[in-house]
């Protein structure tokens, strides 16, 4: 039972950290991109078409290669035109972030009912799950460890680099200090400008293999139209507030927040109602965490300075 | 190498918008092992300049040589290349980064703390700075972040350094260490440029000094040949001849007396420590000080906007501390403060000059309205009063020019029929004549009775407009000085810290108090309850 | 030294401040028919149609039912009033979704239990208790970010987000309660029950959402406008410094904005229980991000958002229309055509808010390279 839930947290919250990492990186950069859900939602999209084209016709290892590509340079473009409207033309963040969610689902919905083919799909998505073919076996273990989708692994991986990135590196360096101070890192002759389109150009294409996991890994290619990409995308921005814009804690976090969210459903003997009652969890602990950043105040776990301020060399 | 030229500036011009002309016409040469002063009033062009030379900004004409080259620099990092360094008057530093954080951001080297750790001890020691590499920007002392400043530029090689106002913010001992290491650089072979308008230590550190005067360069001198005197008329363009007119009027019991006020500043520090005066009516007290000596705070702990630490402030024999700021304006305190920006506090810039005028009025009368059509009619008279160049009552504030804006919170502050005005800087960046007209008004406030505190810029101005002066430094009290029985040098020293008159005399106590002695006790006692 | 390449950005961009009325409209009307072609064309591409037959079918299907077109813009604009107060304020209220459906949830809670409770209760007093259930817990949802906000400058752009999914879910619980045949819908709530709860027929059932939206309107143009706590909103939104300055208890003004912004919220959630759905469900609060994009739009003018709210709804509806006609067979085309619209509405901005200087010199400097990109942040 426990080994389950922690296995489905796991996978669960895999969604929730592609999102996550890929906000974090765009926050980092000064940028609040509320376009994350839709964002998700077009790289499902992508990876949707990827299957749909390659599907039966090249071998497993390729489709998931192919789907990925697709996948990220899918929500790439979405977060190339996000940087182009809130970056060079200095639009407002919140208002550019939510019409490209509102883009991003109906986007996601539409194609994908005219490429969605229920067995096609469900028949393909093996070739996402269980990557060392240990699905079957019962080693608590194993199932912890080693029972996943590639996909699953790779969300880990990105986090633990971008945790690496950000905090040891020198593009990491530069990369936060446009987020806290862009005036003081254009001064220095870091090309803000380009940073912040790298980075949430990148942030948007890792947040959207969350939306290609979830369709192809989690779901098992039975949902795309109706599934629910645009909700996990807004967990996965509350989880960039509970993690306080650490990758790492990101990743635990994520499997708090998985765990919260699928525990309605393994808890199938309390009645229906009870079992709803957990769905508001991760929201409340997102709400806690940013309480309690603001009236603690310690300058370590305070969001980026200039987070959603467009910057405008000449003004200052 | 002696007299190698290391910039030249050609006729360099740039504009803002459409209407203002930041620098016209400006030429400008610095050599090697020299330190130049870029001298100039506020609002003459000093950090515009700079700012094109370190790539801020872009001229739209003109031409900038280095090393005899012309060069192109359309941004910090070309500034860089070409190895000026520029260390801003407002620091840009990452709060949340080590000093060597910062000092390599944006450098291109490899993350290795541990080296850059140890070539910062190396320069900090070849020129006689103090520094923890290791330490977080926002845990440090204003100085410090000072010196991070002005190593990162080092760091980079930096030959051509741009000082915009570095001693603005530094005590006197800071001042001296910095001198001795801008000098070590000089003779080390780089060439420094420092912006300042304070004439003491142009004189004191500089080899040659240019002056710019409204955007204009006037000329160019070798500092050894020119006296204090001949450097002002350069810079305001006539001999200072001001012919303010102190009106005397028949003494009045203190209105406002503040005794032993302590104030914080925003990062827990004391601004302002044990301070003690009083203003009678009928007279102006000017409060003189360093950029940063707790003028700001004074006035805001006055106004209600700040709280205090410990002190009284009483006002008509009352107290007014803890008192919101509403209740403050109502007893006929007011503040103005005209901020760097000059908007930042007391106006709001996009509402219409009608909208202006009811900041603090439009909670007035019954009802839920606002009564517009009285402010517009204020508006209006405040306008041809004064003068005002503007198309309509309804223009938004921002659109109006320095002068204009500074106008309008002037006179409003002075329409709501005050008997405090507490005024900052009120004729920061403006012409003579709108400066005269101001005076004129604070002159005229004072006929009629209202107690002024005038907090300055311009030591002349003060010497000839106040009935007394204090002299801050440091957020203490150095002492009050009558207007007409003191120099400017005497206030210059007092300012800087070198003399305090405080140590001789117990200054800000007066005889003919509104309270006895007995009711200071008890309003100490009850403030330390 | 010698390796420096001249280089001379080609165009300076500097803010403008005084741009005529006449002209940031027509920069917007522009905008709107730049998206309009890339709406055309993808329109071609995707069905086939020559563009102008797909404009028609747009302008045709938004005016099939004139009166649901009204009553959808009336329902956008009350979301846009609800938070432009906020806006206003600089305070970004994106909880208006939450807000509406938590006073909707209170007052379904009401319609569902006094009846069974009182069963002599009078229609209008149930109406009424529904409505001031709806509005208190509205409230609730909106005070609590807002006293955060005042009180700690806690985050509100994520705060009140984060409220609208604690809204969900808490619907959700309370329907899974209520609703034991656990298909996790309520149905219409008191539809055999007498219509208990449900506001009187005015003849027209689209009438009354009209008519409240309008005088929410004019309610919120003479507040901003006229009023004191107008003024007050509109400076600390200018100024929180200039605003403390003159002696505005900036706190108190932050919490009483919202709670104006919640009590509307409140009416809202009400309308939606007693006339417009019946029922509640996840669906209700949809509109609050179109409103938000809305409100924006009109630069936060509650008149100005007749316009905007009438012109999103009239795409949506045409463009839903559009699929029906050509068979998309998805009503979610509207979503994009609305999203391309307007991202170029949003493009468009720069260009009201910024002046492009062509750099004259430029042009006289030999050999210089065009680096329009150095220049582009």
Redesign the interface.
């Known amino acids: 039972m426990l080994t389950s839930v922690i296995v489905n947290a796991i996978r669960m919250g895999t969604i929730f950290l592609f999102g996550c990492v890929g906000e974090i990186l765009t926050e980092k950069a000064g940028h609040?991109n509320?376009g994350i859900p839709g964002i998700m939602c077009i790289g499902a999209t992508g990876g949707a078409v990827a299957v749909h084209l390659f599907g039966g016709k090249v071998s497993s290892p390729l489709l998931v290669l192919f789907a990925i590509i697709f996948t990220m340079l899918f929500a790439a473009l979405a977060g190339f035109?996000y940087s182009?409207?809130t970056?060079?033309?200095?639009?407002?963040q919140?208002?550019?972030g939510?019409?490209?969610?509102?883009?991003?689902?109906?986007?996601m919905?539409?194609f994908s009912?005219r490429i969605y083919d229920q067995k096609f799909f469900v028949s393909l998505s093996s070739a996402f799950k269980n990557l060392f073919g240990l699905e079957k076996n019962t080693n608590p273990f194993v199932q912890i460890f080693l029972s996943h989708g590639i996909l699953v692994y790779i969300a880990i991986i990105v986090a633990i680099i971008c945790a690496v990135f950000l905090n040891?590196?020198?593009r990491?360096?530069?990369l936060?200090?446009i987020g806290?101070?862009p005036?003081?890192?254009?001064?220095?002759?870091?090309?803000?400008?380009l940073y912040k389109y790298t980075f949430i150009t990148l942030g948007s294409a890792i947040a959207g293999l969350g939306g290609l996991y979830y369709i192809m890994d989690r779901s098992g290619g039975t949902q795309i139209a109706e599934a629910p990409i645009d909700?996990f995308g807004?967990?996965a921005?509350?989880l960039v507030?509970a993690s306080m814009w650490k990758p790492l804690l990101a990743a635990f976090g994520s499997i708090v927040f998985g765990g919260l969210s699928i525990l309605d459903a393994m808890l199938t003997t309390l009645p229906?109602?009870k079992?709803?009652?957990f769905?508001?969890f991760p929201?409340?602990l997102?709400?806690l965490v940013?309480?309690m950043t603001?009236?603690v105040k310690n300058?370590?776990n305070?969001?980026p300075?200039s987070l959603?301020l467009s910057?405008?060399?000449?003004?200052? | 190498m002696n007299n190698k030229i290391a910039l030249e500036l050609r006729n360099i011009t740039k504009r803002f918008g459409t209407k203002v002309v930041a620098n016209k016409n400006v030429s400008l040469t610095l050599y090697k092992n020299e330190i130049l002063s870029l001298l100039g009033e506020n609002g003459s062009g000093k950090t515009t300049l700079m700012n094109m030379i370190?790539g801020?900004?872009f001229p739209d004409e003109g031409e900038i040589l280095i090393d005899g080259q012309p060069a192109v620099i359309a941004?910090?990092?070309d500034?860089?290349r070409y190895k000026i360094g520029?260390i801003?008057q407002h620091f840009?530093?990452?709060?949340?980064?080590t000093a060597a954080?910062n000092i390599?951001?944006?450098?291109?080297?490899?993350?290795k703390l541990k080296v850059v750790n140890s070539r910062v001890k190396e320069i900090a020691s070849k020129y006689g700075f103090d520094i923890d590499p290791q330490k977080?920007i926002?845990e440090m002392s204003v100085s410090e972040k000072q010196t991070v400043e002005i190593i990162?530029v080092l760091y980079r090689g930096a030959d051509i350094l741009i000082l915009d106002e570095p001693t603005a913010v530094l005590t006197p001992q800071e001042i001296e260490k910095l001198f001795a290491v801008l000098r070590r650089m000089r003779n080390d072979g780089k060439a420094i440029i420092i912006i300042t308008h304070k004439l003491n230590e142009v004189m004191e550190i500089s080899d040659r000094v240019s002056v710019l005067r409204k955007g204009e360069y006037v000329g160019t001198v070798n500092t050894s040949e020119v006296s204090e005197k001949m450097l002002t008329e350069m810079m305001v363009g006539k001999k200072v001849d001001l012919k303010i007119d102190r009106v005397s009027v028949e003494i009045k019991k203190p209105l406002l007396e503040i005794r032993d006020l302590t104030v914080k500043s925003d990062v827990g520090t004391t601004s302002i420590k044990d301070v003690s005066f009083y203003i009678r009516g009928g007279e102006i007290l000017g409060v003189a000080g360093i950029t940063g000596c707790g003028q700001k705070e004074l006035c805001e702990a006055i106004a209600g906007l700040r709280p205090i630490a410990s002190g009284s402030i009483m006002h008509d024999g009352s107290s007014i501390v803890g008192m919101s700021t509403r209740e403050i304006i109502n007893r006929g305190i007011s503040m103005s403060f005209i901020p760097e920006d000059r908007l930042g506090m007391g106006l709001a810039p996009s509402f219409s000059i009608t909208d202006n005028m009811m900041l603090k009025t439009y909670g007035d009368g019954h009802g839920p309205f606002v009564d517009r059509k009285s402010a517009r009619a204020r508006a209006s008279a405040l306008i041809d009063k004064l003068s005002i160049v503007t198309p309509s009552t309804e223009t938004p504030v921002r659109r109006l020019s320095g002068g204009n804006v500074q106008k309008i919170l002037v006179g409003r502050e002075i329409e709501s029929g005050p008997n405090v005005i507490i005024t900052a800087y009120p004729v920061r960046g403006l012409d003579i004549n709108s400066s005269y007209q101001i005076y004129d008004i604070l002159n005229e406030q004072k006929q009629k009775g209202v107690g002024i505190l005038f907090v300055g810029e311009d030591l002349d101005v003060m010497l000839a407009l106040c009935d007394k002066i204090m002299v801050l430094c440091h957020g203490e009290v150095m002492g009050v000085v009558h207007a007409a029985k003191t120099t400017k040098e005497e206030i210059g020293l007092m300012m800087t810290g070198s003399l305090d008159k405080s140590e001789l005399k117990e200054y800000g106590k007066a005889k003919d108090s509104n309270l006895s002695e007995e009711e200071w006790k008890n309003a100490e006692k009850e403030m330390e309850e | 030294m010698s390796k420096i390449e001249r280089r001379e950005p080609l165009f300076h961009?500097?803010?403008n401040d005084a741009i005529s009325f006449g002209k940031s409209l027509g920069i917007r009307i522009i905008a709107i028919f730049a998206g309009l072609i890339v709406v055309g064309i993808l329109g071609m591409i995707l069905i086939g149609e020559n563009p102008f037959s797909i404009y028609s079918a747009m302008f045709d299907g938004a005016f099939i039912d004139v009166w649901t077109l009204l009553q959808n813009t009336a329902l956008l604009l009350m979301f846009g009033i609800a938070v432009i107060p906020a806006f206003q304020m600089k305070f970004?209220n994106?909880g208006a979704n939450g807000q509406v459906l938590v006073g909707c949830l209170a007052s379904i809670a009401c319609m569902k239990f006094l009846p069974v409770k009182f069963p002599q209760i009078q229609n209008w007093l149930l109406l009424l208790i529904m409505l001031v259930a709806s509005i208190i817990v509205s409230c609730i949802w909106s005070v609590v970010p807002a006293i955060?906000k005042a009180f700690?400058?806690?985050?509100e752009?994520?705060?009140t987000?984060?409220?609208?999914?604690?809204a969900l879910?808490?619907v959700?619980?309370?329907v899974?309660?209520w609703d034991k045949t656990?298909s996790g819908t309520l149905g219409i709530v008191n539809l055999l029950n007498g219509q208990k709860g449900w506001m009187p027929d005015l003849g027209n059932k689209y009438l009354l959402p009209i008519i409240i939206s309008i005088i929410m309107t004019a309610f919120m143009f003479v507040y901003m406008k006229f009023t004191k706590h107008g003024f007050e909103v509109a400076l600390v939104g200018e100024s929180v410094n200039t605003a403390k300055y003159v002696g505005i208890n900036v706190k108190k003004v932050i919490i009483r904005t919202l709670l104006l912004g919640g009590i509307f919220c409140g009416i809202l959630g009400f309308l939606y229980a007693s006339c417009l759905s019946h029922t509640v469900n996840q669906q209700i609060g949809g509109l609050g991000?179109?409103a938000?994009?809305v409100a924006?739009l009109a630069n936060f003018d509650s008149v100005a958002m007749l316009f905007t709210s009438f012109f999103v709804v009239f795409l949506e509806t045409g463009s839903k229309f559009i699929s029906t006609k050509f068979q998309?067979?998805?009503t979610?085309?509207?979503?994009?055509v609305?999203?391309?619209i307007?991202?170029f509405i949003?493009?468009c901005?720069?260009f009201i808010?910024?002046k492009i200087q062509i750099n004259h010199q430029h042009q006289k400097t030999e050999k210089s390279e065009i680096n329009a990109?150095k220049e582009?942040?």
Do not use: C
Not at chain 3, 161 to 166: K, T
Not at chain 3, 332 to 336: G, K, L, P, R
């Open positions: 609040l509320l035109l182009f409207l970056v060079t033309l200095q639009a407002n919140n208002v550019t939510l019409t490209l969610t509102t883009f991003g689902i109906g986007f919905k539409f009912k040891k590196s020198r990491g360096l530069y936060r200090s806290e101070n005036a003081t890192a254009d001064a220095v002759g870091i090309n803000v400008s909700s807004w967990m921005v509350a507030i229906l109602d079992q709803k009652i769905a508001i929201y409340l997102t709400v940013l309480i603001s009236v300058k370590n305070q969001p300075a959603g910057y405008f060399r000449e003004e200052r | 370190s801020i900004y941004s910090p990092k500034a860089y520029m801003h840009k530093l990452v709060d949340t980064f954080e390599i951001l944006g450098n291109n080297e490899p993350y977080k926002h990162k | 961009i500097v803010k970004w994106l955060f700690f400058n806690t985050n752009t994520l705060f987000l984060m409220m609208n999914y604690i879910t808490t959700d619980y309370f899974f309660t656990g991000f179109t938000i994009l924006w998309l067979n998805s979610d085309y509207s979503n994009i609305v999203g391309i307007f991202f949003i493009a901005e720069f808010r910024f990109e582009g942040n």
